[in-house]
C-alpha cells in the first residue's frame, strides 16, 4: 500500500481538499494529514504550528478562530513565502474525511494529543473506518483509548527508543506499525524484528527525507528502486511506504520502474558534466564544492544530496555547464530540465548546442522547496541529428539565480 505524505501536494497545495482526492486518483490508499486545533478547538489540517509557510496569513493556528482561518488561502505545494496562492482553503478535519469516505484511509499525524476531539470528529461524520490514528505513546495509554473507543484504527510508531513497546502489546498488536530508522545497524531494523512485525500486520515506512528510513528514499528510489523503495520491500518487510512521489512509486509497483526515460527520449544527469575542468566544461563562479554532495574531485562544480537527489547547486549567475549527449535519432527535441527553488523566479538559463550561440531566456519555475523537484519544459525545440551533440546551460548573470538541477532530458517532439 502507498501513502501521500500531507496529499498529492505536486498538484495542489499539501493538506488540501485538492491534495486529497489527487493522492487517491492517483493511485494511493492512504493520505497522510496533519492536524491541529484552532483557538475555538475545531480540528484543522495544517502541518505547522503557524500558517505562515502555506498560507497568505500569519500567526499559529492555536491562536487563531477557525473563522479567522477559513479567510486564508492556501499556497501551492509546499508553500513558501513565493509560491503562488490557490483557491483552495484550509480545511477541516471533517471535510478532509468527509472527502476521503469512499476513497481511503486517511492517516491522521500530529493528532495523538488532540485525540478525543479528533474521534468525536470521526464519530459524528460516520467516517470511523476511514481515519488512522498513529503514535509513539506508551503502550497503557493507547490501549485506554483503544478501550474507549472500539472500531478506532491504530498504528504505533517504534524506533529504537521504543522498540521494546511492541511486546507490551501482548497478544493484542495494532494492524500495522511505522518503522524509523537512521541507520541499519538500529535495533527496529534488524530482520527478526521486523519480521515479528510482519507476522501480525503491516510495516510502513517514510521515504520522503534522508534519516526515517537510513537513506532508502523517494528520490533515491527514483535513480534506481534498488537504493531505496525495492531494498524496503525485499529486505525490510515493509507493506506500506509513505512517499511524496505517488504516481512514481505507484509505477514502480505495476511495472517494476520508477522514474522511465520517455520512449525515444535522452536523459543526462546535471553532475555528469562533460569532462575538461574549470573553463573547458563548466564555469563556476565559487571556489569548490559548496555542496554536501559527491562533486567531481578537483572541480569547482557545486554537488548536492538532496535526501538522494545527486543536484548541481549553488547556481549562480554566469556560472554555465557543458553535457555530451547521445541523439538516437534526427529529429525534433525539447529539453526539459528535472529542477528545484522555492523562489520566484528561480532563475534563467540559455541553452547552447554544439558551441552554437545561446537560445532564448529560459525561465526556471517555483516549486515550492529547495527538494520539490519537477520536470519543467525549456519550450525551445530544436532540431538534432543523430549521434553526439554537446549542450551547454548557461546562467544569465543578470538575472537572480537559486535553483537546483537534477538532470537534463531530451524529448523528441517531431520528425
Ligand atoms: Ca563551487
Ligand atoms: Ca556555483
Ligand atoms: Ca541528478
Known amino acids: 500500500m502507498t501513502a501521500a505524505h500531507r496529499g498529492q501536494w505536486r498538484k495542489a497545495p499539501e493538506n488540501s481538499l485538492a491534495a486529497i482526492r489527487a493522492g487517491f486518483a492517483d493511485g494511493a490508499e492512504i493520505v497522510e494529514v496533519d492536524v491541529r486545533l484552532t483557538r475555538d478547538k475545531v480540528p484543522v489540517l495544517m502541518h505547522d504550528a503557524t500558517v505562515d509557510r502555506t498560507t497568505d496569513g500569519t500567526g499559529r493556528v492555536a491562536d487563531l478562530t477557525h473563522a479567522q482561518l477559513r479567510g486564508l488561502r492556501l499556497r501551492a505545494g509546499l508553500g513558501g513565502r513565493q509560491a503562488p496562492l490557490t483557491g483552495e482553503r484550509i480545511p477541516t478535519l471533517a471535510e478532509a474525511i468527509q472527502t476521503a469516505r469512499t476513497l481511503g484511509l486517511v ?26 490514528f498513529k503514535s509513539p505513546a ?64 503491516r510495516v510502513w515506512f517514510n521515504t520522503m527525507r534522508n534519516d526515517y528510513a537510513a537513506k532508502f528514499t523517494d528520490e533515491a528510489s527514483l535513480i534506481d528502486p534498488a537504493r531505496g523503495w525495492a531494498a524496503l520491500i525485499a529486505g ?52 569548490g564544492n559548496r555542496g554536501d554532495g559527491p562533486g567531481r574531485r578537483g572541480d569547482h562544480v557545486d554537488v548536492c544530496d538532496h535526501d538522494g537527489a545527486v543536484v548541481v547547486c549553488w547556481m549562480r549567475g554566469s556560472e554555465w555547464i557543458t553535457y555530451g549527449v ?43 522547496a529547495h527538494y520539490a523537484f519537477a520536470l519543467q519544459d525549456s519550450r525551445d ?35
Open 236 to 287: 525490510f518487510q515493509a507493506t506500506l511506504i509513505q512517499t511524496d512521489n505517488v504516481e512514481a512509486l505507484e509505477s514502480y509497483l505495476a511495472k517494476g520502474v520508477a522514474d522511465a526515460v520517455p520512449p525515444g527520449a535522452v536523459r543526462v544527469q546535471a553532475e555528469n558534466y562533460a569532462p575538461g575542468g574549470a573553463g573547458v566544461s563548466y564555469h563556476d563562479t565559487d571556489a
Open 138 to 201: 506508551p503502550v497503557p495509554e493507547v490501549r485506554a483509548f483503544l478501550d474507549r473507543h472500539r472500531g478506532a484504527l491504530y498504528m504505533h510508531l517504534v524506533d529504537d527508543t521504543n522498540a521494546a513497546s511492541v511486546e507490551e502489546f501482548g497478544r493484542n498488536r495494532p494492524p500495522a506499525f511505522e518503522v524509523v530508522f537512521d541507520d541499519v545497524r538500529d535495533k527496529v531494523a534488524q530482520p527478526v524484528f521486523l519480521r515479528g512485525l510482519r507476522a501480525t500486520g
Open 381 to 415: 525545440p530544436r532540431r538534432l541529428t543523430r549521434g553526439r551533440h554537446t549542450v551547454r546551460v548557461s546562467l544569465d548573470a543578470g538575472a537572480f539565480q537559486n535553483w537546483n538541477l537534477d538532470y537534463l532530458q531530451l524529448e523528441p517532439v517531431g520528425p
Open 326 to 368: 547521445d541523439v538516437p535519432k534526427d529529429g525534433s527535441y525539447t529539453l526539459k530540465a528535472r529542477a528545484s527553488s522555492p523562489y520566484a523566479s528561480a532563475g534563467t538559463y540559455r541553452i547552447a548546442y554544439d558551441g552554437g550561440p545561446p537560445g532564448r531566456p529560459v525561465h526556471v519555475a517555483n516549486t515550492t
Open 107 to 132: 492517516n491522521l499525524d500530529q493528532a495523538w494529543k488532540d485525540r478525543e476531539a479528533v474521534w468525536r470528529v470521526l464519530e459524528e461524520t460516520g467516517t470511523v473506518r476511514n481515519g488512522l
